[in-house]
């Protein structure tokens, strides 16, 4: 199986900060990545899919770049409801597999 | 809108079985493949299984591998998941996601709100 490695694991910012959360894969999976966002006691959310495209509906704060083994999720400006646990997760074989995630927390 | 709706989660023994249900809603269900993705006690999310639109085609991860079945009745709008000989490492939310499709196919586009399986004596 395809393992994905998040960094950080955690992360302290403050509302209006520019933050990064990369994602490596174990081997190639070209575009076929995805970021999801999951709140307590919620279920997970679809932010980007294809590695860069924005779902519908997410604020055009969050983007997401790379293809290969390389990702990253960028949110331009954090507000007050980014803050969460992310998610990156591989479609380009089974089993789809996840990032262990990255709690993003207040400053 | 697009809901999906999971039951049949609750308190099992080990070597146990459940059936979970997930009713969808808000869109066209035969046309879509559907996965269920668990997520243990504080852990990270786990994907483990998949059924074609129309059933024909099944895939599982191997930790549930011959003990879970994944089934759907599109006439009823309800994708299922049979759970057997469970396990304590079983313990989890179940959520029920519905895949983007296409060259898209295993990205999950909507989640259910989860329902919880616990295995314990």
């Known amino acids: 199986a395809i393992q994905l490695t998040q960094s950080p694991s955690s992360l302290s910012a403050s509302v209006g900060d520019r933050v990064t959360i990369t994602c490596r894969a174990s081997?190639?999976?070209?575009?076929?990545l995805a970021w999801y966002q999951q709140k307590p006691g919620k279920a997970p959310k679809l932010l980007i899919y294809?590695?860069?495209s924005l779902e519908s509906g997410v604020p055009s704060r969050f983007s997401g770049s790379g293809s290969g083994t390389d990702f990253t999720l960028t949110i331009s400006s954090l507000q007050p409801e980014d803050f969460a646990t992310y998610y990156c997760?591989?479609?380009?074989?089974?089993?789809?597999?996840f990032g262990q995630g990255t709690r993003l927390e207040i400053k | 809108q697009v809901q999906l709706v999971e039951s049949g989660g609750g308190v099992v023994q080990p070597g146990g079985s459940l059936r979970l249900s997930c009713a969808a809603s808000?869109?066209?269900?035969?046309?879509?493949?559907m996965h269920w993705v668990r997520q243990a006690p504080g852990k990270g999310l786990e994907w483990v299984a998949f059924?074609?639109?129309?059933?024909?085609?099944?895939y599982y991860a191997d930790s549930v591998k011959g003990r879970f079945t994944i089934s759907r009745d599109n006439s009823k709008n309800t994708l299922y998941l049979q759970m057997n000989s469970l396990r304590a490492e079983d313990t989890a939310v179940y959520y029920c996601?519905?895949?983007?499709?296409?060259?898209?196919?295993?990205?999950?586009?909507?989640w259910g709100q989860g329902t919880l399986v616990t295995v314990s004596s």
């Open positions: 294809d590695a860069s």
């Open positions: 996601a519905k895949d983007l499709g296409g060259r898209l196919h295993g990205c999950f586009e909507y």
């Open positions: 081997q190639g999976i070209s575009s076929a």
């Open positions: 997760q591989q479609f380009n074989s089974y089993p789809q597999t």
């Open positions: 808000g869109f066209t269900f035969s046309s879509y493949g």
């Open positions: 059924i074609r639109y129309d059933g024909s085609n099944k």
